[in-house]
């Protein structure tokens, strides 16, 4: 709104020559008011070189312009540089990382590069383990002391006792053969006869039996010594 200084003409009768009526008017002013329109100058900034306005702000420059379109899922945080994601570099984002090429991959064994990122492999006769980084064999070997906690098997347990049990009793039963012998034995070696030869041979063969059954048990304990094997609950 404005103010202005309106004429307002007012008529009123007054008298003439000749003592006559005449009509005539006169002007006064008052203040008035009225609404005005009319454009005004607005200001507006101009953006430097490789920035533009990222919304319809008129002082806002804050958005980057790169020449060369960023890839590979960057942006552009500079004018003319990209912010890339991991895995790729340059000022386009156009080249891949080969993460590779060092020794911050953490692979145990083989490491392959693909396409922004990497992945973690293994050589022959081991898999990857949970994660997928280690590599582990794939007939994981006992542990050591796994053995000497379990203990051996029950079956050859039982197997050596019986086996120690039947030492016992021929070593019994060749010293009650042996006995008789060393009465009968003569002072001279021509002087022995049938009776005694045969009850010596009777008796080496009892020897034999024990020799045989000692190495058996001796080949059992180092089976259970070397044995690597368990029972599995």
């Excluded at 009225?34 to 490789?50: E, H, I």
């Excluded at 994601?85 to 020794?103: K, M, N, S, Y």
Aim: glycine share 6%; with cysteine.
């Amino acid at each position: 709104s404005e103010s202005h200084v309106q004429p307002v003409y007012q008529p009123y009768l007054t008298t003439c020559q000749g003592h006559r009526l005449c009509s005539t008017y006169r002007t006064i002013y008052r203040v008035a008011y009225r609404q005005a329109y009319r454009q005004l100058p607005q200001l507006a900034a101009s953006c430097c070189p490789g920035w533009s306005r990222a919304n319809s702000h008129t002082l806002s420059c804050n958005r980057a312009l790169c020449w060369v379109p960023c890839q590979n899922g960057g942006r552009c945080a500079f004018p003319g540089r990209c912010a890339c994601l991991p895995g790729w570099t340059g000022r386009a984002c156009q080249t891949d990382v080969d993460e590779c090429a060092g020794q911050s991959h953490g692979c145990g064994q083989l490491c392959i590069n693909t396409a922004g990122s990497y992945r973690c492999a293994c050589r022959d006769g081991f898999s990857l383990a949970a994660d997928d980084k280690a590599c582990q064999p794939l007939v994981p070997a006992p542990e050591p002391e796994t053995f000497s906690q379990a203990g051996p098997p029950s079956e050859m347990k039982e197997e050596m006792k019986d086996l120690k049990s039947r030492v016992e009793a021929l070593e019994q039963k060749l010293q009650l053969v042996l006995a008789p012998f060393h009465n009968l034995m003569p002072s001279a070696p021509e002087d022995v006869g049938a009776d005694p030869i045969s009850r010596l041979s009777h008796s080496l063969q009892q020897l034999d039996r024990i020799d045989s059954l000692s190495e058996q048990i001796s080949f059992l304990e180092e089976r259970l010594e070397t044995c690597k094997c368990l029972e599995k609950a």
